[in-house]
């Protein structure tokens, strides 16, 4: 990584270590207007992938969304595209409009820098109960797309390094591990347990899972 980009996020870490950006920008958000933006102008942010949603677990929030609308509204950034925004908060949301289907949205549009949206990012979904390959997508892209390092993931969002290391491990998951996790027949830590072992193991164990709820001990 060049030394000017390291310098400039190790800035931006200890800056926002000190307090929580999620806060802060909501406050701020709190006084812009919400604007009905269209269902075909809004896309995922590249931190998040819509896969890693099982949206049949969501069945309540969506009859909500279907008879009540919006109780708050997505929070938007343009994207690289003119005309279309990125949404960094309510991908839920957004993902289940778009199955009703709604022709719109309501949204609130922020003005941030791209780190700003990332640390936004970062702090949201570690606040969400959603699939742990959710936080692995967001790690793995951060690292791969956007020059950081496990070291700055784990300062920002205040998880060990350990524990942040683990959660892109996932990503070396074979496919039918993946649906596992995504649809909460397997646990984040059956997962780790899991990893080290060759996929004819993993697809034995995988099956006691499912079928005698085995626990993480008996898996090592």
């Given at each position: 990584m060049p030394k000017t980009k390291r310098r400039d996020l190790s800035s931006l870490i200890e800056k926002y270590s000190k307090y929580s950006v999620v806060e802060e920008i909501e406050?701020?958000?709190?006084?812009?207007?919400?604007?009905?933006?269209?269902?075909?102008?809004?896309?995922?942010?590249?931190?998040f992938e819509k896969d890693n949603y099982d949206l049949s677990l969501y069945t309540s929030l969506k009859d909500s969304?279907?008879?009540?609308?919006?109780l708050s509204p997505l929070v938007l950034v343009p994207a690289k595209e003119k005309g279309k925004?990125?949404?960094i908060n309510g991908v839920k949301r957004y993902l289940l409009g778009k199955t009703i289907p709604l022709a719109s949205m309501p949204g609130v549009i922020a003005d941030l820098s791209q780190e700003r949206q990332r640390v936004y990012i970062l702090e949201n979904i570690l606040a969400e109960?959603?699939?742990p390959l959710v936080k692995t997508t967001c790690f793995s892209r951060l690292i791969k797309e956007n020059s950081f390092s496990?070291?700055?993931?784990?300062?920002?969002?205040?998880?060990?390094l350990s524990q942040v290391?683990?959660?892109?491990?996932?990503?070396?998951?074979?496919?039918?591990?993946?649906?596992?996790?995504?649809?909460?027949?397997?646990?984040?830590?059956?997962?780790?347990?899991?990893?080290?072992?060759?996929?004819?193991n993993q697809k034995e164990i995988y099956q006691k899972i499912l079928s005698s709820a085995i626990s993480v001990r008996e898996i090592e």
């Open positions: 406050k701020n958000l709190a006084s812009f207007p919400h604007s009905e933006v269209k269902t075909s102008s809004l896309l995922l942010h590249p931190l969304l279907s008879h009540d609308g919006f925004y990125y949404v109960n959603d699939c496990p070291e700055d993931i784990a300062l920002i969002t205040k998880l060990s290391r683990n959660l892109i491990r996932l990503e070396e998951l074979p496919p039918f591990l993946k649906e596992g996790l995504r649809h909460n027949t397997l646990t984040y830590s059956q997962a780790r347990a899991l990893l080290s072992l060759d996929e004819e």
